[in-house]
């Protein structure tokens, strides 16, 4: 077993020095590139001597920033990427609590570095990749690597307006890219489409995939998912193999029916996470690329890919896709109300548990919340093993396949994105104006309402203002609704329920 990620890339460079491992519109890195530029900015930041700290990422997503992405771990330290286009008050809170070692950024990204004041040391993309390699540094480096080092650190919404920092490490990738080999198998000549940003867990797949298999990946414009035509021209130009999309990427294609004049040429892969695939549009993909592979994912910042069921028969447009069963190394149990586990066969549902090999190592400076969420379960008379509750309520059908029903409180899952409503509201309480506020989510329309109560209706230009200072265009409300009063429940706390009624009420009266 590898201990670092960056082995895989050390042995496909041998093999493939001249093959494209990253591109995008305006870069291409071939193998042997990749691996000179990594060296080169991991013998900057090695000079730091901050083994295993993070490293902040300020970069648009680009095969640039992934080839600093592999600098920072020869550098011995994680990265951390930060999505450029959040509000400045939501990345200087990710940085309170990254205190990272060094930032590497690039100049469309370095005025936000300089707002910010950052105490740490700032480094240019273009200026790092030209330091003289330290090979003895590299080595020594090299020397005390484990598996369980980190790798990443991902920040994903918090329940009380404090995002959380998810520490992943170098042996859930390794497991991960040991199991893809043997039930779908990439080659040398795939492309994989990369459609999510690099802050977004999906990500590693795009990332870390070629450095196993000599394949290459692509990065796909972010405005090209909003205009099918301008996307499938871009798979076939660039003969994409592969896509692992979240499924809002997917269903636009089908909405606006994108393949009546043309189709994707050289898909065989389709992979999908994140969030409930319709399957209406999903057939709508396989009515015209019959031949591809179709898998429904299912994992979590926590435990990145961890269950996966491939399509190999019809589903109706109203069935439930399973989310399938555990991959390699990864092991998932059901636990019902009263912690015990629930078996195939039995028509129970419970919170959904993952552990094994995909598991990360917790949440960055929160021991708390990380001994919270991730428990000791036993799994034998004379062992327990380390499981993460997931908050997912989950069943098995009749084939033993685990299929997802919804979430145990109140995160929900949209466009791909994880969102705690609580961050929502605790945005939106910051508006002097309002007095009382609760966020809840129409999983129908996928629509998030805010509900609040304020001496008088508020412009909702004011409210979107004073939420988007603090929040991602991902989280904004789509509507406002002001209440008289908030419900209140028997023990004086929001009654969520009875706001769910009061929505859909108004609903109701608006359509008679």
């Not at 301008?230 to 294609?253: E, G, K, Y």
């Not at 994707?264 to 549009?281: A, D, H, S, W």
């Amino acid at each position: 077993m590898k201990n670092s990620v960056l082995e895989f890339l050390e042995e496909t460079a041998v093999s493939y020095p001249d093959r494209c491992v990253y591109s995008d519109p305006e870069r291409t890195y071939t193998f042997s590139e990749a691996i000179r530029t990594a060296r080169a900015i991991g013998s900057r930041i090695g000079s730091l001597q901050a083994f295993g700290r993070p490293v902040a990422v300020f970069m648009e997503k680009s095969a640039s920033m992934a080839v600093a992405i592999l600098g920072i771990l020869y550098g011995g330290c994680c990265y951390c990427p930060i999505d450029t286009s959040m509000p400045e008050q939501r990345i200087r809170t990710i940085l309170s609590v990254l205190d990272p070692a060094a930032v590497v950024t690039e100049p469309g990204s370095r005025h936000l570095t300089e707002l910010i004041r950052l105490t740490c040391p700032v480094w240019d993309y273009e200026e790092i990749s030209e330091t003289p390699e330290d090979p003895k540094l590299l080595a020594r480096i090299r020397s005390s690597c484990k598996e369980t080092d980190s790798l990443y650190i991902l920040f994903t919404s918090g329940s009380t307006g404090v995002p959380k920092g998810v520490m992943g490490c170098h042996r859930m990738i390794i497991n991960n890219l040991c199991w893809l080999e043997k039930v779908f198998p990439y080659v040398p000549e795939d492309v994989l489409g990369s459609q999510v940003p690099f802050h977004f867990v999906i990500s590693l797949h795009d990332i870390f995939v070629p450095l196993r298999f000599g394949c290459s990946t692509y990065i796909i414009p972010q405005e090209y998912f909003s205009s099918p035509a301008r996307l499938i021209n871009c798979l076939n130009d660039n003969h994409v193999t592969s896509v692992f999309w979240v499924p809002s990427a997917l269903t636009v294609v089908a909405r606006l029916n994108g393949f009546d004049t043309q189709q994707p040429r050289f898909l065989r892969y389709i992979f999908f996470i994140g969030e409930v695939m319709p399957v209406k549009y999903l057939n709508y993909w396989r009515r015209y690329l019959p031949d591809a592979r179709y898998v429904n994912m299912y994992g979590s910042t926590e435990t990145h890919v961890s269950l996966f069921f491939e399509l190999i028969r019809d589903f109706e447009d109203d069935e439930r896709l399973p989310i399938g069963h555990a991959c390699g190394n990864v092991k998932a149990l059901i636990l019902d109300d009263n912690g015990r586990p629930v078996h195939p066969g039995e028509d129970t549902a419970g919170e959904l548990c993952i552990g094994g090999a995909a598991l990360s190592l917790g949440y960055y400076k929160d021991q708390e919340k990380t001994e919270e969420r991730f428990i000791s379960l036993k799994i034998s008379s004379d062992a327990t093993e380390r499981f993460y509750r997931t908050g997912d309520i989950a069943s098995y059908d009749a084939d033993g396949n685990i299929v997802y029903h919804g979430r145990k409180d109140f995160q929900v899952k949209r466009m791909g994105y994880r969102i705690e409503l609580g961050e929502i509201e605790a945005a939106a309480a910051l508006i002097p104006e309002i007095n009382e506020c609760v966020c809840v989510y129409n999983e129908e329309k996928q629509m998030i309402l805010l509900l609040y109560t304020a001496a008088e209706k508020l412009d909702s230009k004011l409210l979107s203002n004073g939420i988007a200072a603090r929040v991602p265009r991902y989280m904004m409300p789509n509507r406002y609704i002001r209440l008289e009063q908030m419900p209140k429940n028997a023990n004086g706390k929001t009654d969520r329920r009875g706001l769910k009624e009061i929505y859909a009420q108004a609903e109701k009266s608006q359509r008679s």
